[in-house]
């Protein structure tokens, strides 16, 4: 039997969690919901994170159920002019998606879809790895943007969208009053949309951070092949604990090279609250068939007893990028688990939206 997310998100969720430990809560919704037609709400309604638990649960959505659901014609895009966010505190990140080409995270196999400390498909990027960015935040407590006059985020009737929650209790981060995230998607008539909005969500897997190179720095780029300037309005960059300094630069589309500090729009020195910087105050014109680079840059230090070096050293040699003459030594490698992985991943919003875009 297919799952109703709005009527049964508790009660899936709260159950398939319980089997670790952890008891349903109900402590009711952070925000309340857009007036009927003028948006609709996202919620992975409360629950709980069992100590020591890295939970990460994906949630999906069809388009044309929430228009009707929320006062709108079911046969109609929805145009977004504004994203609001709130969550609890405990939150690693919060991420929505279009789902495009299906691997292992189908939604045929449930609207609620959990993984339990780096196991099931919810955990692994490859499975969303071409699916559009709609919105994301990582800063605790409330996030509220309106984009600028005229842009809108165009979703058809026919698609369906995810809604990932990220949620750690652990001793790097904890979760400790229970679990939400309630999401309001603000919307626009299709007569005012003049600019589409362009979304970027880039992936550095290739990252090691080794004992024996206990402070490496990677980069990547991503070209927007526009032949008339684009503009970015909002910016975040995302890593663990080890992760030191994540920097954005405008990039010209050619120099092999992380691009001077006075091309650099963005900065993030702290791991589990990086800023997420939007409009008006971000508005960075990109140059005809010019892009971003970025960086992120580590320290090393030793996993927590319950990974040790063999847990370390056992991921790093089941890993698809290790190679046969790689010694073991105690990396961290690219992964979704807080404790045992990192991550080098930056989320860009921009304008007009462009059809030709390739990240490096």
């Known amino acids: 039997m297919r799952l109703r997310l709005a009527s049964l998100t508790v009660v899936v969720l709260a159950s398939l969690i319980a089997g670790c430990g952890g008891e349903s809560v109900s402590t009711g919704p952070l925000l309340a ?17 069992p100590a020591g638990n890295d939970v990460q649960a994906c ?43 299906i691997l292992d995270l189908d ?4 609207d609620v879809q959990v993984s339990m400390n780096g196991t099931g498909p919810c955990s692994f990027t490859q499975n969303w790895s071409d699916w559009p960015l709609i919105a994301n935040n990582q800063e605790a407590g409330y996030f509220d943007w309106e984009y600028p006059e005229g842009v809108g985020n165009e979703l058809l009737p026919d698609e ?8 750690v209790n652990t001793t790097s981060q904890t979760t400790p009053n229970g679990a939400r995230a309630d999401v309001n998607l603000w919307t626009m008539p299709k ?5 589409p909005l362009g979304t970027l969500f880039a992936t550095k897997q290739s990252i090691r951070i080794c004992q024996s190179n206990p402070t490496p720095k990677f980069s990547g780029s991503c070209q927007i092949n526009s032949p008339e300037p684009v503009r970015i309005i909002g910016a975040n960059g995302h890593f663990h604990t ?18 001077p500090e006075s091309a650099r729009f963005y900065t993030s020195l702290v791991w589990d ?9 971000l508005n960075v014109e990109v140059p005809p068939f010019g892009g971003l680079w970025y960086t992120c840059s580590y320290e090393w230090a030793p996993p927590k007893p319950s990974v040790g070096c063999a847990g370390l050293n056992k991921l790093d040699k089941e890993g698809e990028l290790m ?22 991943n930056n989320f860009v919003y921009y304008y007009p939206k462009q059809d030709d875009v390739n990240c490096y």
């Open 33 to 49: 919901p857009p007036p009927s037609g003028e948006g609709f709400q996202l919620t992975t309604g409360d629950f709980e994170v």
């Open 59 to 101: 949630y999906f959505f069809k388009v044309k159920d929430l228009a009707e659901r929320f006062g709108y014609r079911g046969d109609e895009p929805l145009i977004l002019r504004r994203t609001e966010i709130a969550y609890k505190v405990g939150s690693h990140h919060m991420n929505i998606f279009r789902v495009r080409t």
């Open 107 to 110: 939604p045929a196999n449930g």
């Open 160 to 167: 369906t969208i995810m809604l990932q929650s990220h949620y």
């Open 191 to 195: 007569s005012e949309l003049k600019y």
């Open 242 to 259: 080890r992760g030191k300094e994540f920097g954005m630069y405008l990039w010209d589309g050619k120099t092999p090279e992380t691009p």
């Open 273 to 281: 609250e990086p800023p997420m910087l939007t409009s008006p105050e």
């Open 323 to 344: 190679t046969p003459d790689e010694a073991l030594d105690c990396c961290y490698t690219f992964g979704n688990t807080v404790d045992s992985a990192e991550h080098c």
